[in-house]
């Protein structure tokens, strides 16, 4: 069983970056695609960034693409959101998850961290 946890939120100025780490633990975390969401108050949980079980496609909202960048480690059992021109219509509370099916549906994915937050100030 993989067990997702999310760091590297945090407050930031409008124009700033961030990187989110998402750690996994378990045997099975390279046969997972995995993906950013996020949800701000009030809103819905939306995808943010996905990326397939060997690394090889990753795929992006309209919102953020050109802007963020996920990747990931397999030797350390890592993945990243590398967050650049941050924008305050990106606060919200990010969420690595975990899926064996794939898509940008928060329902495909079977594992979820507790979630990390960003903040970005005018």
């Known amino acids: 069983q993989v067990q997702l946890v999310e760091s590297g939120g945090g407050l930031v100025q409008a124009g700033g970056s961030l990187r989110l780490s998402c750690a996994a633990s378990?045997?099975?975390?390279?046969?997972?695609?995995m993906g950013w969401f996020r949800q701000a108050p009030g809103k819905e949980r939306e995808f943010v960034a996905r990326?397939?079980?060997?690394?090889?496609?990753?795929n992006y909202a309209d919102s953020v693409k050109g802007r963020f960048t996920i990747s990931r480690d397999y030797a350390e059992n890592t993945v990243y959101l590398q967050m650049n021109s941050l924008k305050p219509e990106d606060t919200a509370v990010y969420y690595c998850?975990?899926?064996?099916?794939?898509?940008?549906?928060?329902?495909?994915?079977?594992?979820w961290g507790q979630g990390t937050q960003v903040t970005v100030s005018s």
């Open positions: 998850a975990a899926t064996k099916l794939g898509g940008t549906i928060p329902s495909a994915y079977d594992l």
């Open positions: 378990g045997r099975t975390f390279s046969t997972y695609a």
């Open positions: 990326i397939t079980w060997n690394g090889g496609v990753p």
